[in-house]
Every structure is written in structure tokens, then in C-alpha cells.
């Protein structure tokens, strides 16, 4: 049983890029979170995203939008790229029908900006 | 007010000893509460979770729960080197729409040998 897979696993971004992460949920988990981890911080909550619809947002400028397809699985678009943006991002995937379970995060996508 | 707070570290505790990690949330009407262990450069690996006043526990991993005091604590026995990682504590936001776990900064556990 797979469980949340993310990539890439890095990447190297100039200011001003545009980047795509991409995560496929656990099987069977529906709904989608995403997360920043800068250096030394804990987890930041970007956005969630279900039935194809983010479903709550975190404090995140519009830079950051994302998507969710039909086989739950989901991106992250960063736009104009600050140096700021770098950081882990994580993935993580729950099920809609069993509230209060713990998320499962995938390995994460380092992103660095120069 | 931080939503939840940890002592950052380094919290240094020599092999086969306890090591006590502690965190407080502010939000009164968080109802799960997790712990993650995060090695270097790797994600957070969900160690323990915990939903009710008291102790929970799991192999050498006890969670403890104090609702009134708004209190969260992770109690690893026999604490070996491999031990070492920075432990997270996240307080699960469930209502409506909301399903997200807030996380502290986390505290930096060294096991010496």
C-alpha cells in the first residue's frame, strides 16, 4: 500500500520562476493539505483541497494556488518566486470520512531559490 | 501568543535515561493532539497521537494530556541514540470545513551515547 508520494524531490529555482509540486494521496484518503517548512520552524498550513476545491487556506499570498484531480491527486504552483520560497514542502493526505485522524506527510519536496 | 508552543532546544539526556518533551496549545477546543518525529532533511513521521485526558502508551513512547492545563507531553523511555530528531507537536483544527494540525517549532532531542 503506497503511501503519499511528492515530487520532485528537489529543485533549484531562480527569483521570479514559476514552480509545480505534485503529491498523490495515500490510497483510500481523499483530501489533500499542503505545508511549508522553512529551516529550523515547524510545518506551516498552506491550503487543503477536496473534491477538486480548496476547502480552507492558511496565511499565504495568491502566489501560492493550487489543484486537486479527479484521482485526489494534487499540485502546488508557487509564481514569481522569492527567495523566501525556500523551504520543505510536505504533502500530506487524510480521509474525509474519519474526522480527527492524523495526517500521513510524504517525503517532501525541497525547493531552493537563488 | 504562539497557537503552540515548544522549547526549541537542544534537550541533551544520555543513553538508556528518559527524555520529557513538553508542549502548550492555546486553543481551548483543540480535541487531537500528535507527535512527529523529524530526522535531518526528512519529513515528520507521526510517532503518537492522542485524544483524551491522561496517558497513552506505545512501546517506549508514553503521551500524556492535561486538557485544563492545556498541556501535551512525549515521554520516550530507555532513550537510545537513534532517538535523536527533532519532535514535533501538532494540535489538530477539525469544524466544518477546517481539518489542519497546527504545529510547534519543535524540540531538538540529542541522545548521547
Known amino acids: 500500500d503506497a503511501g503519499v508520494t511528492q515530487s520532485p524531490t528537489h529543485l533549484i529555482k531562480t527569483r521570479g520562476q514559476q514552480v509545480t509540486l505534485r503529491c498523490s494521496p495515500k490510497s483510500g484518503h481523499d483530501t489533500v493539505s499542503w505545508y511549508q517548512q522553512a529551516l529550523g520552524q515547524g510545518p506551516q498550513f498552506i491550503f487543503q483541497?477536496?473534491?477538486?476545491?480548496?476547502?480552507q487556506r492558511g496565511n499565504f499570498p495568491d502566489r501560492f494556488s493550487g489543484h486537486q484531480y479527479p484521482n485526489y491527486s494534487s499540485e502546488l504552483n508557487v509564481n514569481a518566486l522569492l527567495l523566501g520560497d525556500s523551504a520543505l514542502y510536505l504533502c500530506?493526505?487524510?480521509?474525509?470520512?474519519?474526522?480527527?485522524?492524523?495526517?500521513?506527510f510524504g517525503d517532501g519536496t525541497r525547493l531552493s531559490i537563488l | 501568543q504562539k497557537e503552540v508552543e515548544q522549547n526549541s532546544g537542544p534537550l541533551s539526556v544520555p543513553e538508556g535515561a528518559i527524555a520529557s518533551l513538553n508542549c502548550t496549545y492555546s486553543?481551548?477546543?483543540?480535541?487531537?493532539f500528535f507527535w512527529y518525529r523529524q530526522y535531518s532533511g526528512k519529513s515528520p513521521e507521526l510517532i503518537m497521537s492522542?485524544?483524551?485526558?491522561g496517558d497513552k502508551e506505545d512501546g517506549r513512547f508514553t503521551a500524556q494530556l492535561n486538557k485544563a492545563s492545556q498541556y501535551v507531553s512525549l515521554l520516550i523511555r530507555d532513550s537510545q541514540p537513534s532517538d535523536s530528531a527533532t519532535y514535533l507537536c501538532?494540535?489538530?483544527?477539525?469544524?466544518?470545513?477546517?481539518?489542519?494540525?497546527?504545529f510547534g517549532t519543535g524540540t531538538l532531542l540529542a541522545v548521547q551515547p
Open positions: 486553543d481551548r477546543v483543540s480535541q487531537s
Open positions: 483541497y477536496y473534491e477538486e476545491e480548496e476547502r
Open positions: 500530506a493526505s487524510s480521509s474525509s470520512n474519519r474526522a480527527n485522524q492524523p495526517q500521513h
Open positions: 501538532a494540535v489538530g483544527v477539525y469544524g466544518g470545513a477546517t481539518n489542519k494540525l497546527i
Open positions: 492522542i485524544y483524551s485526558n
